[in-house]
């Protein structure tokens, strides 16, 4: 029943995230997306806008391209009219090569795009916006070479991100020549953006400023993750600080070809291999927070890294043939659908074997495979602002992800730091018991020392009594005073481990002129482990000392009392302070660190073992702790 009840609530938590996201995701397909912005596009090859929309709109420049592939014309062949050469009106990125759907055309070659736009009379400068063009291409305005990255001609390959200003009126036209011969896209993939230079530049400078933030937000994500790994030697930390690294070298692509172009394809190599490397993190990162591997895991992690390895030599190299382009492409689809599918049935797996784990797994599982179809769900999507759906998915499971796996190693830190502080407790207590045995080691010498001597002052006074010398062995007598106060060691409390902790705190308090009084009458044996006692006293008297070496004032002090009755045992602890004392909920804080302290969080724990009660307060600079055992 129980593990019936668990998968349920699996599938139930799996399916709602599912769906939930999904809706996320339209609304950024509708909201956030060049192909659905409702700004004017051209017709047939010219784009007619008006004055007022000039003012204040940005035209993206998505429908109705002239293309004339397997060709690299220039304006000069454009002046006489449209030449000969076949042509079609086509969408920015309907299409990601050369082949336009058909599997009988080559994706690399040449083709040349042009786009008229019909300006008003009076002369203004313009941008163009060009984003990522993976081939080799030059741009043409009013029949100007204006930009261009690598080679057409030899399809020597550049890519990057340029924006390019000029000054035009009237009719303006707009030409592309682009050649490929190796990137996994051909052409124009990304359609460009027009408007006046002002608007142009302001949409890029804000679409920088969100990349970089994300950018940033996620590098520090790594960086705090890698911390806790290295306090805390967690391998989660350790993962969660590479895929959080993966991811920002992933999203980092808008950052770095706006500042850099790259002639060789090492860039996009990186970039393939990231994706999947981050896939592969995701199945390994679940199979941990699950805690049930599923079947074939080992299987399939090779799998995910042979292909992130074989992505990056692709991208890296490319290829000439066409085949491989091709099988490349259809890999790419089969591996998300056989990730999304390993993660859904690993999470059902998991709830069927009645695994405890948090509900954020199968969440963050449904995140993950709905993002990885997202874009087969939603066709023609080209972010104006934002990243692509992956980018989306990524971005939710590192910050998830971190609050999530923070939760836990801050839980662990607090442990950590809580044995530290034990581990302290224990070292003081071993330092009483240190300078509790060289007391008694002492006395004992001592002790020796008087029984040896003791003969040799009877043999005087036995002499001088048989020479009748009373006199004489009266005044020997007192010259020979034995001091009684080596002999006999002053005691707190008869409580052997209670007399210890307070015979070290006095001789502590001692030395920093802190003033110590003790008055406690208990026995030396009660019906309290010995363990109970030094945590009680170990962690009262160390919080008192520290206060006391705190204190601002004049004549700190530490005083405790306490009786033995049959009805149990009475403490009180009071010391002075000087720092301000920090309460919540009704509890003292502790002033080393957030949250209450350590050591008074033990000392409740043990009086709650035994059915006492303890009470703090403060009255001025005077902190007071009560303590009632029934025994």
């Not at 313009?126 to 741009?139: A, D, N, V």
């Not at 960086?223 to 350790?238: Q, V």
């Not at 010498?445 to 009266?474: K, P, V």
Request: charge should be neutral; proline fraction near 4%; hydrophobic fraction near 40%.
């Amino acid at each position: 029943m129980r593990l019936h009840k668990n998968l349920i609530r699996t599938m139930l938590l799996f399916s709602a995230s599912v769906i939930c996201f999904s809706f996320v995701l339209f609304f950024l397909y509708k909201q956030d997306n060049k192909y659905t912005d409702n700004c004017l596009q051209p017709i047939s090859g010219i784009l007619c806008p008006d004055r007022d929309s000039l003012d204040g709109d940005l035209f993206y420049l998505t429908n109705q391209w002239q293309f004339y592939p397997g060709a690299l014309l220039t304006p000069d062949d454009f002046k006489q009219g449209l030449p000969e050469t076949p042509m079609e009106f086509i969408t920015i990125g309907k299409y990601n090569d050369f082949s336009l759907g058909d599997k009988n055309r080559s994706p690399y070659g040449e083709a040349t795009y042009r786009l008229c736009i019909e300006l008003p009379s009076e002369s203004r400068v313009y941008s163009l916006y060009l984003p990522e063009i993976f081939s080799s291409y030059r741009l043409y305005i009013n029949g100007t070479l204006l930009a261009g990255m690598g080679n057409p001609d030899t399809r020597e390959r550049e890519t990057g991100i340029q924006t390019v200003s000029f000054s035009s009126r009237g009719l303006t036209e707009i030409v592309i020549q682009t050649a490929n011969a190796s990137h996994f896209y051909s052409g124009m993939t990304y359609p460009p953006i027009f408007g006046p230079e002002e608007n142009v530049w302001q949409y890029q400078y804000v679409r920088l400023f969100l990349h970089s933030a994300v950018i940033i937000l996620v590098f520090l994500l790594c960086i705090f993750s890698a911390y806790f790994f290295l306090k805390l030697r967690d391998k989660r930390a350790g993962l969660f600080s590479l895929m959080s690294l993966l991811v920002t070298v992933y999203i980092s692509y808008p950052v770095f070809y706006t500042f850099f172009s790259t002639e060789r394809s090492v860039w996009y190599g990186i970039e393939l291999f990231t994706t999947y490397a981050i896939y592969l993190l995701y199945v390994y990162l679940q199979n941990i927070f699950l805690n049930c591997q599923a079947k074939g895991y080992r299987v399939f992690s090779v799998f995910v890294l042979l292909f992130s390895g074989a992505a990056f030599v692709y991208g890296t190299f490319g290829g000439s043939s066409a085949m491989v382009h091709c099988v490349f492409s259809y890999s790419v689809t089969a591996v998300k659908l056989l990730v999304s599918l390993y993660l859904a049935a690993n999470v059902v797996y998991a709830g069927a074997c009645g695994e405890g784990f948090s509900s954020f797994v199968p969440i963050l599982t449904g995140i993950v495979c709905i993002s990885l179809w997202a874009d087969r769900l939603f066709p023609l999507y080209e972010p104006k602002y934002g990243g692509f759906f992956p980018e989306y998915c990524s971005l939710i499971a590192v910050t998830s992800g971190a609050f999530f796996l923070w939760s836990q190693l801050a839980d662990a830190y607090r442990l950590n730091r809580f044995y530290e502080e034990e581990k302290k407790r224990l070292s003081t207590q071993v330092a009483v018991q240190k300078v509790h045995y060289s007391e008694l080691t002492e006395k004992i010498a001592e002790s020796a020392r008087q029984r040896h001597d003791m003969r040799h002052h009877l043999r005087t006074l036995y002499q001088f009594l048989e020479n009748g010398e009373s006199e004489q062995a009266m005044h020997y007598l007192s010259s020979c005073e034995i001091s009684q106060a080596a002999a006999r060691r002053e005691t707190c409390c008869a409580h052997p481990i209670a007399d210890a902790l307070l015979q070290y705190y006095k001789g502590q308090c001692s030395e920093h002129h802190i003033a110590f009084h003790a008055a406690l009458e208990m026995p030396a044996e009660l019906q309290i482990e010995d363990t109970d006692i030094s945590i009680l006293f170990g962690n009262l008297l160390e919080n008192a000392y520290e206060a006391c070496m705190e204190y601002r004032g004049q004549h700190p002090s530490i005083k405790i009392r306490g009786k033995y009755r049959e009805a149990g045992l009475l403490v009180r602890f009071e010391n002075t302070f000087s720092n301000p004392l920090k309460e919540k909920n009704g509890t003292f804080q502790s002033t080393k660190h957030d949250g209450p302290g350590i050591g008074t969080e033990s000392v409740k724990k043990v009086v709650q073992q035994y059915q006492g009660t303890v009470e703090f307060a403060k009255e001025g600079h005077i902190f007071q702790v009560s303590i009632i055992l029934p025994l």
